[in-house]
């Protein structure tokens, strides 16, 4: 089954320890994002990539890190997590071309207290 | 930045019609999207359009585009208690690839 999957859905956390949130696609897909999503704002994007080794800051790209070492995978770096980056983190891939269509995770909901 | 604006909520009753509308920002946009979004779960792609067509229907679903006043809208017919969910307009920028700006979002509730 082609999916995008996240890792972890849940975590509860506290200011400054670091943590990683992991994303993994089974598409070959070349462009991987990662957005936030806050109520009132949509989603807005923090990192993406359009291939391996190729990692470029997205609108809101403060405090968050990425890699691309891998095609498939798309891990999501916060090395001192602080409150404001509360919110619902969701993984996608798309094939480089086409209509653009964006798959999905199901999504990381972090709390940082 | 760009701003693709959506009205955050609407309500309809069961088996009416639902419209939802999205404003944009870049003229030259290449494709259009409408995505939705369940309780708990991530996005999901319903329709898009083509930035060369005016109007596109799937089913129940109609996507109508003025690129003149670079408006956007999702029109479903008899909406069920299943459409319940929030709707997010999308555009690709220009040279932008894969790169998409997303609005805030519609939460759509269907009351019987």
């Known amino acids: 089954e082609a999916q995008v999957t996240q890792n972890p859905r849940y975590l509860i956390t506290v200011t400054g320890k670091k943590l990683t949130v992991t994303c993994s696609q089974n598409?070959?897909?070349?462009?991987m994002s990662w957005y936030r999503q806050d109520p009132g704002l949509g989603l807005r994007q923090i990192y993406y990539?359009?291939?391996?080794?190729?990692?470029d800051k997205g609108d809101v790209p403060e405090g968050y890190k990425v890699s691309r070492k891998e095609k498939r995978n798309f891990p999501l770096i916060l090395e001192s997590p602080s409150p404001n980056q509360t919110s619902l983190y969701f993984c996608?891939?798309?094939?480089?071309?086409?209509?653009?269509?964006?798959?999905f995770g199901e999504g990381s909901r972090l709390t940082v207290l | 930045g760009e701003d693709v604006e959506q009205s955050l909520f609407l309500s309809v009753r069961e088996g009416d019609s639902s419209v939802i509308n999205c404003t944009y920002t870049?003229?030259?946009?290449?494709?259009l999207y409408w995505y939705k979004q369940e309780p708990g779960a991530g996005l999901q792609l319903l329709t898009y359009?083509?930035?060369?067509?005016d109007m596109k229907q799937d089913q129940r679903l109609t996507v109508l585009l003025n690129k003149k006043d670079k408006h956007l809208s999702l029109r479903i017919a008899d909406t069920q208690t299943g459409d319940s969910a929030i709707y997010f307009c999308?555009?690709?920028?220009?040279?932008?690839?894969?790169?998409?700006?997303f609005g805030t979002g519609t939460q759509l509730k269907v009351e019987l």
């Open positions: 996608a891939s798309a094939r480089t071309g086409g209509n653009g269509e964006l798959f």
């Open positions: 598409m070959n897909h070349e462009y």
């Open positions: 990539s359009m291939n391996v080794e190729v990692t």
């Open positions: 870049d003229s030259s946009s290449t494709y």
């Open positions: 359009i083509f930035s060369n067509m």
């Open positions: 999308a555009e690709s920028l220009t040279g932008g690839g894969n790169k998409l700006t």
